[in-house]
Every structure is written in structure tokens, then in C-alpha cells.
């Protein structure tokens, strides 16, 4: 090895020193993975007693194996719940997010003070869980699908406004420097040089915050805030295993289904 | 008339990138700028309609500082002044029609223009402009569709739909085949006939600059070395504004085609 470096005609480079960055990080991650899992100060992992424990739930996988399709009338009025919240929060989430990302990129927020306003209030509104969104709307307007609709607001305003100022800021500066050099003001340039190069990833990111609207609603629903999850939540409280297997294979197959069309509108789009 | 006085330009990064420029340009002049990549060119042309601020000195335009200019002066300075990039600078997502129409973003007004709903004489300007660079059928095809001239003309349509006193153009054919770049190169020279635009090109082929430049400037490292005529523009001259010996990189090397 050193006679080759040694050979190393003049001129090219040498090999420079491997960074040790990569290896450390690992290394670290191995050591923090450990410490968490260990009885002392983590959680206290014990393979021996999940091996034990392991046949205790089989009642209720045996009950999850039954479902009892008889209740499924009985879901489709909080399904249609739950679709509509998806629908109404994304939408309106939807318009308030496009102004919302457009003055949390540098490129074309009107000054620095409106961009770090924006940025911060984004970082908060970002910040909450929408499990957290739903106890705060629940305690606000009461348990039932207008908290849940209120919570899915705020988790799509805060997920598009991200992903989208963050497109904003990779836009091609071409047709913006081409759009000022013609006079037009920032509100022009926006409209024109902007936002048809962002357009398809807008639509993709809406399309993809309904998607995750019909999931969050389960979870949100847990604590009152409508639709399917309020539905499941009060099933699992009667221990109803039956029936909660048929609410868990219908938002399957409704995810899948929304997933595969959304795929599919979202490949032509871009 | 375009006047620099004393302009300079200091990018942040410390590079002087123009030295103390002191030129006149009267009204409906072709004028070519030449000079290797580095040598101010680009800068030049974009301290005219304020797109790089002037560090020291002033450019005037009919009298009009365009370095004091505020904000709204500026983008009325820059209304009559088209201009033209290397990389056409489209947007391209949308159609031909809607990127001339950028063109007239300074005339709609905001809200209008925000809209979409461009007055019927705006789109008749657009439209005009297209068939001036002989490409109207494209109107409403997305500009994605468009081979790399088409682009170009597309673009001059542009500059043109905003009625311009002065037209500048940063490299325009530099990414464009020979016989392309004459076509182009001729529409801008048609244009300035025509209707009397002062047109500012930048180029870095010297057989292009001598056939299409009524003027040609030199920029060497921020500073003017060169102005004259495009007949007096011999191998000597350019050999002093390059400060090299010329090669055949320097030549566009296919002659322009009797015009069509």
C-alpha cells in the first residue's frame, strides 16, 4: 500500500481520510438501543416473559378471528362520518396551507419578518400531536365529528405548509428572475413563476394529507372527536373484540382502496 | 439612451465584476458584448434593468437612475425593458400563450393578472408577439413541448409582448445548434430593424458578433477594452479583448444561410 502511494504519479490527488462520522453514529445508536432496552434505566426488555406471555391473548385473537358481520350496518353511518371529516379538513386545510407555505419560503415571502412570523407559528402549529389537537377541541365544542374535523385541520394545515414551502424553496429561479425582469410584482411572480412549478406536488400533498386523515380519525376518535375511531373506541370498551375486527378490515380496505387510486392520480400528475 | 457612469459592480463574494463603466447607448442600437466567461458580460446587461444593483456609479435610462429607482420605479423601468436568457427562463408547466403573457404582467394589474383574466387587447399583444417570431400555432401548447429554438422565440415573444424600448439578451443561442442560433440571431436583428428596439446581446462566438453587431463591445475582467464597429472588429481585436490567441472554440464556425 505505501509503494503504491509512493508510486502515486504527480499530479492526482490522495486518497483523502476516510470520514469517521458514518461508523460513530452507528455505534451510538447500538450503544443508546442497548441502555433502553436494559432493566436498569430502560424499558426492560425480557425475551423469557414474552415467550410466557405469549398464549395469554389468545381468547381474543380467537374472538378477532370471529368477526361478527351483523354489526357492519351499524358502521357505516360513523364510516360516512369519518370520510366526511377527511374530505372537509383536507379541503379547507388544503387553501389555508397554499398563502400559509407561499410566506415560509425565502423565495416568495414579501419580507423577512412576515417568512420568520410564519415559520414560527408553522413550528407550533406543527409542534401538537393531532391526538393533542383532538383533547383541545373536544374540551372546546364538545365530543362528536366537529372537534375531530377542527383537529384533521390543523394536522393537514401544518403538513402541507411543510412539505410545500419546502418545494417552493427547490423551485427552478429561471422564470422568477425571467418574471421580475418583465416588472411583474411578487404577487404575479408567485402566481406565474411559481406555483405552476409546485402545482402537481400541491395536489399530491393533498390528496396524500386525505389519506392520512383516514387514519388519524382512528386514533383522534379514541378520545371523542367522531367517525370511525369514537366507533371502535366504544367497542373495545365492551370488550366487543368481534365487532372491532369489522371496523379494522373496513379502514383497511378503505385505505388500500384511497392509497391505490391516490397512487395512481398522483403518478399522472407528476 | 442608456448611459452608465462610473458603474461598478461588487458581488458579495468580493469579485469586482464590473469596473467602472462609463458607455452610452442611444436608442435603436444592436450592440453585441463580447469577452470570455468571467468577464462581466452577464453583469453588464443585468445592472441596465436593476437585476444586479450597482455598487458605485449609476446607469441611466432616458434620464432615470435605475440605481435610486425604488421598488415600484424599478418594475416600471423594467416593464419597457424585454429580456431574453440562455436558458429561455420558461415556465415550463403551462402553455406558450400564458409565458408570452408574463410579458404584460406590468399592464394587467395584479389582481387580473393573479387571476388569469387578461384583458382581450393583452392576449392580442401576446398573440401578435407570437406570430412576430413565427411560432402562433404553439399558442396553447405547453412550453415543455417545444424544441430548444422554439423556446427562444417563445421568449423573444416575451420581451416583445411588453412593448419594449430595449431588449436584452444574456446568450441567447449558447444553448442552441448553429443554424438555430442563426435564426434566433436573425429574429433579434429583424426585431431591432423593425421596430427600432435597442437590442443588447451578449455572445461569445466572434463570427456571430461581426455578422449580427453594429456595435461590438469588449469586456476583459470588469473593464471595457473594446468599442467599435462590428466591420472594424478584426482577429487583432479580438485577440487583444480575449487577451489570447483566438481558437476555433471562439467560432461558431457555420456560416448564416442567405436569409429566408
Known amino acids: 500500500m505505501t509503494a503504491a ?21 452507528v455505534v451510538a445508536f447500538l450503544v443508546i438501543t442497548w441502555l433502553s432496552l436494559s432493566e436498569e434505566i430502560g424499558i426492560g426488555l425480557n425475551v423469557g416473559d414474552l415467550i410466557e406471555d405469549a398464549g395469554r391473548g389468545l381468547d381474543i385473537w380467537a374472538e378477532f378471528l370471529e368477526p361478527n358481520w351483523a354489526f357492519l350496518p351499524d358502521t357505516l353511518g360513523p364510516m360516512l362520518e369519518t370520510f366526511q371529516m377527511a374530505v372537509i379538513s383536507a379541503f379547507i386545510g388544503c387553501a389555508v396551507a397554499l398563502p400559509v407555505s407561499f410566506l415560509a419560503s425565502r423565495i416568495t415571502a414579501p419580507n423577512v419578518a412576515a417568512y420568520i412570523a410564519d415559520r414560527s407559528l408553522l413550528s407550533i402549529v406543527r409542534a401538537i400531536p393531532d391526538i393533542l389537537y383532538a383533547l383541545i377541541f373536544v374540551a372546546a365544542v364538545g365530543i362528536g365529528p366537529l372537534a375531530g374535523m377542527l383537529a384533521l385541520l390543523f394536522f393537514n394545515i401544518g403538513v402541507v405548509a411543510k412539505l410545500l414551502s419546502e418545494t417552493v424553496d427547490g423551485v427552478d429561479p429561471g422564470p422568477i428572475e425571467a418574471t421580475h425582469a418583465a416588472g411583474g410584482n411578487r404577487l404575479q411572480t408567485t402566481r406565474w413563476a411559481v406555483l405552476p412549478q409546485v402545482l402537481p406536488n400541491y395536489v399530491a400533498y393533498s390528496l396524500y394529507t386525505f389519506e392520512l386523515n383516514i387514519r388519524a380519525s382512528t386514533v383522534i376518535g379514541i378520545v ?17 373484540y368481534d365487532n372491532m375486527v369489522v371496523i379494522i378490515i373496513e379502514l383497511f380496505v378503505i385505505v388500500f382502496v384511497i392509497e391505490f387510486f391516490s397512487i395512481r392520480l398522483r403518478r399522472r400528475l407528476v | 439612451m442608456i448611459r452608465f457612469e462610473n458603474a461598478s459592480v461588487v458581488y458579495p463574494g468580493g469579485v469586482h465584476a464590473l469596473k467602472n463603466v462609463t458607455l452610452e447607448i442611444p436608442d435603436g442600437q444592436m450592440v453585441v458584448i463580447v469577452g470570455l466567461s468571467g468577464a462581466g458580460k452577464s453583469t453588464l446587461i443585468r445592472v441596465i434593468n436593476g437585476l444586479v444593483p450597482l455598487s458605485d456609479g449609476d446607469v441611466t435610462i432616458d434620464g432615470v437612475s435605475v440605481r435610486h429607482a425604488r421598488a415600484g420605479e ?30 404584460r404582467l406590468h399592464d394587467a394589474g395584479t389582481l387580473r393578472s393573479v387571476l388569469g383574466w387578461y384583458r382581450p387587447e393583452d392576449i392580442e399583444i401576446a398573440m401578435q408577439a407570437l406570430e412576430r417570431v413565427g411560432i402562433v400555432e404553439k399558442a396553447y401548447v405547453r412550453a415543455s413541448n417545444l424544441s430548444g429554438g422554439q423556446q427562444q422565440r417563445v421568449g423573444i415573444a416575451r420581451a416583445l409582448a411588453q412593448n419594449p424600448k430595449i431588449i436584452l439578451a444574456d446568450e441567447p443561442v449558447a444553448s442552441l445548434d448553429p443554424p438555430t442560433s442563426h ?25 456571430l458578433a461581426r455578422v449580427y453587431g453594429e456595435r461590438i463591445i469588449g ?35 457555420e456560416p448564416a444561410a442567405a436569409p429566408a
Open chain 1, 5 to 25: 502511494q509512493e508510486a502515486r504519479p504527480t499530479g492526482r490527488p490522495a486518497k483523502p481520510p476516510r470520514s469517521l462520522a458514518l461508523p460513530i453514529g
Open chain 2, 74 to 103: 424599478l418594475r416600471e423601468i423594467r416593464s419597457r425593458i424585454g429580456m431574453i436568457f440562455q436558458t429561455f427562463n420558461l415556465v415550463k408547466r403551462t402553455s406558450v400563450l400564458n409565458n408570452v403573457l408574463l410579458g
Open chain 2, 219 to 253: 469586456m476583459r475582467q470588469g473593464e471595457l477594452v473594446y468599442d467599435g464597429t462590428g466591420a472594424e472588429a478584426d482577429e487583432n481585436v479580438f485577440r487583444d479583448i480575449y487577451g489570447r490567441s483566438l481558437t476555433a472554440d471562439d467560432l461558431l464556425g
Open chain 1, 224 to 240: 371523542g372527536a367522531g367517525g370511525m375511531g369514537q366507533l371502535l373506541n366504544a367497542q373495545r370498551a365492551f370488550f366487543r
Open chain 2, 183 to 207: 435564426v434566433v440571431m436573425r429574429d433579434l436583428q429583424r426585431i431591432n430593424r423593425e421596430l427600432g428596439i435597442s437590442t443588447i446581446v451578449n455572445l461569445h462566438f466572434l463570427d
